[in-house]
């Protein structure tokens, strides 16, 4: 599959980002995209151009992205092939940010006198370049021509943001920031459909906590990635999204409104507010089924003996949605079971009124909650079992999407 959505967390694994520097104040900038690059999983390869050393050190790159940063296209690290031609093959697709008037110009006229340059002219993948200049560079007539000629080429061009600018001028002339930038690399390495334009759609992520004093808690797992994946992949789809996130590690999506929650009790407060306003909900969460009977407000001592904690049963989410919703939403289910998978998400699916189940065996090797990939079987109610193959988790986010606009798509047709 070759399709996924949007955001900082977006998964680019097995994506070969080449990402150039070009010698402009914004190119610490660079730094930080690195790093969201990196988070996200792209084999990112970093070429500094000569006047770009003068403002960042290969150092940070070399740290983030874990591969050798180039700043020479004479110094050829491997014998057995030719770096700039090299890269250029195996690039998914180049960045270049910040792009300095002068490498505009340089693209813009075919010259190819550092690595960075020759290996542009050597690459097939898309290029994406983010011009950032003072005000007045940025409006002259030769930088403008430039650009329309690299967007002539097939260049995507983003354009800078206005805002004050470090040479004290105030303009457009700003570099994008780098969650901008990442937004707009996810874009054009997943080139999506509008299918769910408009709909409003709730996700849940992540796992819930339970505080059994102030510094203890009852949790799972759970990373929120798929949770996250469904939600960028939807937005970028071109859904209204709200997430409902317990505590994770991951970046928050731009494209997402957010509700943050911690306990089982708080998301379904969140989910049951939502619910009136909502078309479908995905309720990806690991929802801690038990919390500790009593919250202790200091901190429980340590004892010599064993400590007993009573235990007691958190509302069952859907189920409550299940009470409250409205025939012509759809409401989709996960289940992470270790045994007869089919079995016990069938009873599921069936017990919460759910219109799709996701059920994945987390004891496979891939397919686990802290996983990069996932393995589900797609279970509706009048429908054969699906079993989508390995993928990663923003592919099987889009598979899961394309089954529940499927089948929100023919339920509106029917009604
Ligand atoms: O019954 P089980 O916990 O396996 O069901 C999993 C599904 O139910 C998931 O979609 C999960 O988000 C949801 N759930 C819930 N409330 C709970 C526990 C799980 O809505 N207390």
Known sequence: MNRAGNEAVAD????????????G???YKAISLVSLLAKSGADVHVALTKSAGQFVTPLPFVSLSKNEVITDLFDEPNPREIAHIALADRADLVVIAPTTAN?????????????????LLATHAPVLVAPAMNVNMWNHPTVRSNVARLQQFGYHVMTPAAGNLACGWVGEGRLPEPDEIHAQIVKLLYPVRQDLNGQRIVVTAGATREHLDPVRVLTNPSSGRMGYALAQAAAARGAEVTLITGPTQLQLPSSCRIIRVTSAAQMEQAVLQELPNLQILLMAAAVSDFRPANYIPNKVKKTEGPLQIEFVRNPDILLSVAEQRKAQQFIVGFAAETEHVEEYAKGKLVGKKLDLIVANDVSQVGAGFESDTNQVLLISPNEQVQQLPMLSKMDTANAILDKVHQLFSERTVNE
């Not at 680019?12 to 010698?23: D, E, F, Q, Y």
């Not at 813009?108 to 690595?115: H, K, S, Y």
């Open 12 to 23: 680019l694994s097995g994506k070969t980002i080449v990402l150039g520097v070009t010698g």
């Open 103 to 119: 490498f505009l110009a340089k693209a813009a006229t075919g010259l190819a006198d550092d690595f960075l340059s020759t290996m």
């Open 25 to 27: 104040i914004a190119a």
